[in-house]
């Protein structure tokens, strides 16, 4: 089968400094893959990469059969959704947050309603639709933030730590409603994160990014009962342990 998603010698600088490399990576359609590794070690800027909001030095990123040089930038950040730490909210409505990509896509009136409706009801905020997006919790916020996301139909999402900042009760629950999108929509999805048991339950694959560089991508069993180096079999079953 071929991937869906492939990045071939990738490089990403930051000010002229190589912040991440990925000699190769190949992910299935509808494939959840965590991304993990230490503070620092260039998870994030893989997925502002990616997305190429930072420029990418060298490589390529291939989205459902078209590699990004063949597209204008624009058109390949319309196939491409990322969702933040920080749930980056306009002084609005919730439900015109929800809308806010739609509007710029060009999507407005009924069909625009009914996919914020869907996805407010999808993400368990239908109630808060009215609500000021500055009167609501921060996990509502990030509830938000995966609506609008999903809302735009993506080909690829991008989650950057989107539930580090909430509490362990919040985390769960979003948790289990975003599986549950996930499986509804088949989104081929990236996402970091430093929750180990959250990659484990979560995702099909887990991709290692250690000192700036993807050293192993595998199943949570292979990565788990084989690591690809000390450091990271000592990463593992500390954070593991600290869970």
């Known amino acids: 089968m071929n991937p869906y998603l492939s990045i071939a010698d990738l490089t990403i600088q930051r000010d002229r400094v190589t912040v991440v490399t990925v000699d190769g990576l190949d992910i299935e359609q ?6 993990i590794g230490p503070n620092g070690a260039g998870k994030s800027s893989l997925l502002l990469g990616i997305a190429n909001i930072i420029p990418r030095k060298t490589g390529s ?12 930038a624009v058109e390949f950040r319309r196939r491409v959704a990322l969702v933040m730490q920080e749930p980056m909210l306009l002084d609005a409505t919730v439900r015109q947050n929800i809308g806010l990509g739609l509007y710029y896509r060009g999507t407005f009136g009924e069909l625009e309603r009914l996919k914020v409706d869907h996805w407010a009801e999808k993400m368990k905020i239908s ?6 997006a500055d009167k609501i919790s921060g996990g509502e916020a990030q509830r938000v933030s995966l609506a609008r996301a999903f809302a735009l139909e993506p080909d690829l999402l991008l989650l950057d730590e989107p539930f580090s900042a909430l509490d362990p009760h919040t985390r769960k629950g979003l948790t289990k409603d975003l599986r549950s999108a996930l499986k509804e929509t088949n989104t081929t999805t990236l996402f970091v994160t430093h929750n180990l048991r959250e990659a484990r339950d979560m995702a099909d694959q887990i991709a290692v990014i250690w000192d700036g560089k993807l050293i192993q991508c595998g199943s949570w069993d292979e990565i788990t009962s084989n690591p690809a180096t000390e450091s990271l079999r000592q990463y593992l079953g500390g954070h593991l342990h600290e869970e």
Do not use: Y
């Open 30 to 35: 509808g494939k959840v893959v965590a991304v």
């Open 127 to 132: 109630h808060l639709l009215d609500r000021p």
């Open 61 to 72: 990123v291939t989205l459902g059969g078209l590699t990004f040089g063949k597209l204008h």
